[in-house]
T-cell receptor, first 114, second 113 residues
């Protein structure tokens, strides 16, 4: 079946605009989702998470939307800044006895133009 | 500072060498993970340790050997690697069972000559 993501598309936005990064996930039984940001030379950094019993969660300048009907996740970044330039990964989690088994998408590169 | 420290940051080794990657987490977590990140592929889970016990081995070749002496430290022993093993190796930790985020280190960039 399809995996989460797989492609590495690029999203280019103007500084100050809002950004929307999309992700399709594969397993309808997944119950927890995370967005990560990875800057060059660093590991993935946790941004925001959402559980499957919610459809929206807001953080500081970020909002995650979950549509379980179509297995779609999105990350909205308000007033995008140059420091937001990075690769963004979504991950889905299927909890089992082994612990948190995250499956990652291929990522989206966000480029912010000054 | 992510709370997960990986050493070395860069490693170049020949195919016949033996080396080890080290990960230490200062977050009080119970679960630790090894991932491989290579170009054009999603992050691949390699190993999972929960309370020092290996709970998952994601079909990883035996030339990669993990070790978890306690819940704060994780090693990845490398032996007779192949050029296709060149990648960024990432360590992560989480608060064990339950839906909790994994926190990543900055990785070891491994190059096999």
């Amino acid at each position: 079946g399809e995996s989460v993501g797989l492609h590495l598309p690029t999203l280019s936005v103007q500084e100050g605009d809002n950004s929307i990064i999309n992700c399709a996930y594969s397993n309808s039984a997944s119950d927890y989702f995370i967005w990560y940001k990875q800057e060059s030379g660093k590991g993935p950094q946790f941004i925001i998470d959402i559980r499957s019993n919610m459809d929206k969660r807001q953080g500081q300048r970020v909002t995650v939307l979950l549509n379980k009907t179509v297995k779609h996740l999105s990350l909205q970044i308000a007033a995008t800044q140059p420091g937001d330039s990075a690769v963004y990964f979504c991950a889905e989690n299927l909890l089992n006895n082994a612990g948190n088994m995250l499956t990652f998408g291929g990522g989206t590169r966000l480029m912010v133009k000054p | 500072e992510t709370g997960v420290t990986q050493t070395p940051r860069h490693l170049v080794m020949g195919m016949t060498n033996k080396k080890s990657l080290k990960c230490e987490q200062h977050l009080g977590h119970n679960a630790m993970y090894w991932y491989k990140q290579s170009a054009k592929k999603p992050l691949e889970l390699m190993f999972v340790y929960n309370f020092k016990e290996q709970t998952e081995n994601n079909s990883v070749p035996s030339r990669f050997s993990p070790e978890c002496p306690n819940s704060s430290h994780l090693f990845l022993h490398l032996h007779t690697l192949q050029p296709e093993d060149s990648a960024l190796y990432l360590c992560a930790s989480s608060q064990g069972q339950g839906n909790q985020p994994q926190h990543f280190g900055d990785g070891t960039r491994l190059s096999i000559l």
